[in-house]
């Protein structure tokens, strides 16, 4: 179960530029939110370029994430993904590929081979000491998609699914990082610790009975999926010959006999 959750939460955020609350940029300047048509040949309005809505984009030589990241204003509305193919911004795991903005001072960026969070120091100061003390591997602020993801998740409960808070907190138990055992306390002493077990709790068993894909295989004959039942746990394996469509996870998966087999032996167990 561990490791499902570890696959699904990096499934989950890496595929954020997917979800239904991010805007593209080409139809809403990413710096003021609003529906503008993108002038000087960039991604932004001309307010946003000349200074007019603050801190000009360019002065800041065309890093659009830098330039965002310097607006000291409050939240701007739902996250925004914003496609950067000629970006000079540099994550620990290369260049960035695409930008989701959550909020002021937190974004996630994909790369070519890994992703993960950026949040501010200003942002982090405002987390519970248990969740923003952490010096990270990938470096000050930078939270990586894997595992220690799990923690921005938990610290800003406003931005993310139950879905999210569930897997989260699932890595958390698991012990897979320094971290995760005054995590754990945080989440059973502490009444925002509670809540987001709440939020869990109540999407958890709102799915239990539907299954979470993990991780995958494939090779010429199709795809080797393994996927593990929310409620309680069971793992079964499915293969998927080429040209098959993969269920979207959370699925609802009707067991074989030789399935249902097995989890009679897991209860008995």
Not at 139 to 152: L, R
């Amino acid at each position: 179960m561990r490791q499902i959750a570890f696959d699904v939460l990096g499934n989950l955020l890496e595929h954020k530029p997917f979800d239904d609350r991010a805007v593209g940029f080409l139809d809403r300047c990413p710096g003021c939110g609003e529906p503008k048509i993108p002038e000087h040949g960039t991604a932004v309005c001309g307010g946003c370029w000349s200074g007019e809505n603050g801190s000009g984009f360019a002065a800041h030589e065309g890093d659009l994430i830098s330039w965002l990241d310097s607006l000291d204003e409050p939240e701007r509305g739902p996250a925004r993904t914003i496609d950067i193919p000629d970006s000079t911004t540099m994550t620990p795991w290369g260049r960035a590929q695409t930008a989701t903005r959550y909020a002021h001072g937190l974004f996630w960026y994909s790369t070519a081979s890994h992703g993960g969070f950026k949040v501010s120091l200003k942002r982090r100061r405002r987390w519970p000491p248990a969740l923003g003390l952490w010096g990270m591997d990938a470096g000050p602020g930078w939270y990586e998609e894997d595992v220690d993801a799990s923690i921005v998740v938990l610290a800003e409960p406003d931005l993310f699914s139950g879905r999210e808070t569930y897997h989260a907190i699932e890595i958390a138990r698991s012990g897979l990082a320094p971290w995760c055992a005054t995590v754990r306390a945080w989440l059973d002493e502490t009444d925002a610790g509670r809540r987001a077990r709440g939020l869990a709790s109540a999407w958890k068993w709102g799915h239990a009975e539907e299954f979470e894909r993990g991780g995958s295989f494939g090779d010429a004959s199709g795809l080797e999926v393994s996927w593990s039942r929310i409620g309680d746990g069971l793992t079964i394996t499915r293969h998927y010959p080429p040209g098959y469509t993969v269920p979207r996870s959370p699925a609802a998966i009707d067991l074989t006999p030789a399935e249902y087999a097995k989890a009679a032996a897991q209860v008995q167990a």
